[in-house]
């Protein structure tokens, strides 16, 4: 059974399709063992109580340097012997001491079909405003391992929703949230903790 840790910011709601699918039984041989916020007032947290999972907080006021969070969080996650690490909407900046100690054991959850409106700056509402105004006709979301480079590790999962006439970025967002990523990252949870994805160099192979 492989450890999981989850690390949030905010509301939290891809955490929650987590907790309801481990609920379901849906994430097959892996345990969401803790949720790490580096917002004391995240509401992630009150969604990792409720279920009964541990919260543990790391700000970034606590550390001098983005560095020394990073090395604080790598204990922690040793610490608790964790395997896997679920980026659920986690907001500060980490430093290359986390992509070594997990490499190809990150994952994140970003709002659009990358490459198209990633990369460093364009988080939350901002993915959706530049779709619509780029005019595309689908977006979606993926799945990806997490390397030094923001938003381009290799692509695990991807999934995609119509643009309609009218939508606002709010809309947009909503319909990605519900229609792609709730169901994707439990999915590409559940088959890394399989051992289902095998990375080979930009590609990741998933095994039947
Ligand atoms: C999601 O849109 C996710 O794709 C992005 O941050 C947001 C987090 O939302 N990385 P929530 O905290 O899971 O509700």
Same mark, same amino acid.
């Given at each position: 059974m492989k450890k999981i840790a989850v690390l949030v910011? *905010? *509301? *939290?709601?891809?955490? =929650?399709?987590?907790? #309801? &699918? =481990?609920s379901r039984g849906e994430i097959l041989n892996g345990e969401i063992v803790a949720v790490i916020s580096n917002n004391p007032e995240a509401y992630a947290l009150e969604r990792a109580k409720k279920a009964g999972v541990p919260g543990y907080v790391l700000t970034r006021e606590q550390y001098p340097t &983005?560095? #020394? !969070?990073? @090395?604080? !969080? @790598?204990?922690?996650? =040793?610490?608790l012997d964790i395997q896997l690490v679920v980026m659920a909407g986690f907001m500060t900046i980490v430093t290359e001491e986390l992509f070594q100690s997990y490499a190809n054991a990150i994952i994140n959850i970003h709002p659009s079909l990358i490459p198209s409106f990633c990369g460093p700056g364009c988080f939350g509402l901002h993915v959706h405003e530049k779709a619509l105004a780029y005019g595309v006709k689908v977006s979606g979301a993926t799945v990806h391992f997490v390397t030094q480079e923001c938003d381009a590790g290799p692509i695990i999962l991807q999934k995609t929703v119509e643009v309609l006439p009218d939508d606002t970025p709010e809309v947009l967002q909503r319909r990605i949230m519900e229609t792609c990523e709730w169901k994707l990252l439990p999915k590409a949870v559940s088959l890394f903790c399989q051992d289902k994805l095998v990375v080979e160099g930009r590609n990741v192979r998933i095994l039947q």
């Open positions: 910011s *905010g *509301g *939290g709601t891809n955490l =929650q399709a987590l907790l #309801d &699918a =481990q &983005a560095r #020394d !969070l990073t @090395v604080a !969080l @790598v204990n922690k996650l =040793q610490e």
